[in-house]
């Protein structure tokens, strides 16, 4: 029973101190507060199962190896690759099982699958150096206190039901995020997901104030099943277009373009204006008899903030369908991209 009581305190303890340092690292570097991983609370469970298994590793003798100093050394590469083969099972977990993307590190030099790489390999060798030195001399008297202290180990069972029961409705979360993710056929990066949904519902009635850790998920989970269909505002960078308008719209363009001379002939005009009405008419049809009926259209200006996959979120759309009507590989800030809106 001890050690059941040890690595729940120290399981406990380090996804608490794993989210700190995520939510230190990631704030700063996006420049907001960001509640990194997919759960509610503050815990982080990548961070908790890696503390019980570097506790577990530290703890071993290794009485074969004479030298300390190489028994220190031998310890702390275990602890490294232990590490990388957690992150990289969690992460090949969420991005193959459901779809999405805890953590991306896909602009790293040498990377396995965004999952990994040794950049952070090395940051987690620099944990281990830390855990090793720095905690273990008191964390054996640390657990040994929480076995003395009934109200302590009464505090951290009430830890543990809040981290289960969390766990619990997170995986429901996730289980929205792996359904959405297969009908826009992406893959979908968690922590970029949040922020657009935050932004999202930041612009309507609906604010969400300070960090609000529930009322996010809320909100993800009515977007997740299509119960969050709010009318975009014309005051924001875009409008509506209706079918009917579309035409009126091609007309006017062709007015703009076309500045006939005098000297071409009437006949010629004709045949131009023919060509032209024809055209029209052929991207009229191609709209009008796909499978799922194209009739309304977003014109989205792109801001520095937009990406790809922010705007398919914000639109209920995918990648592939924007890509039909733009050119998204060459998108810079301030061009304007037209957005259909499928009616089933």
Known sequence: MTYIINYLFVFMLFCFIGWLLEVAYRSYRHKYFVNPGFLVGCALPIYGTGGVCLYAICSLKLSFITSSAWRIVVILIICTILMTVIEFIAGYISLRVYHNRLWDYSDR???????????????????????????????????????????????????????????????????????????????????????????????????????????LRHHMIRFLNNEDKEEPKEEELFKRVEEPELDKILEEIETDREEPKEEVKEVKEDEERDITDEAKNTILDSINNTEDAYVTYHIHEMKETDTIESICIKYNTSKNIIGDYNDIENLVIGDKIIIPEVNE
């Open 109 to 215: 030099k040498f990377n396995i699958m965004g999952i990994i790489c040794p950049e952070f390999s090395l940051a987690w060798g620099v944990c281990a150096a830390i855990f090793y030195f720095g905690f273990m001399p008191w964390l054996d008297k640390a657990c040994g206190l929480v076995n003395e202290q009934v109200g302590l180990i009464l505090l951290l069972g009430i830890f543990v039901g809040i981290f289960l029961v969390d766990l619990g409705y997170s995986m429901r979360i996730m289980d929205y995020v792996r359904a959405y993710s297969k009908r826009v056929h992406e893959i979908v990066n968690f922590e970029a997901f949040k922020k657009s949904i935050r932004d999202k519902a930041n612009e309507s009635k609906d604010k969400l104030k300070g960090i609000s850790f529930l009322k």
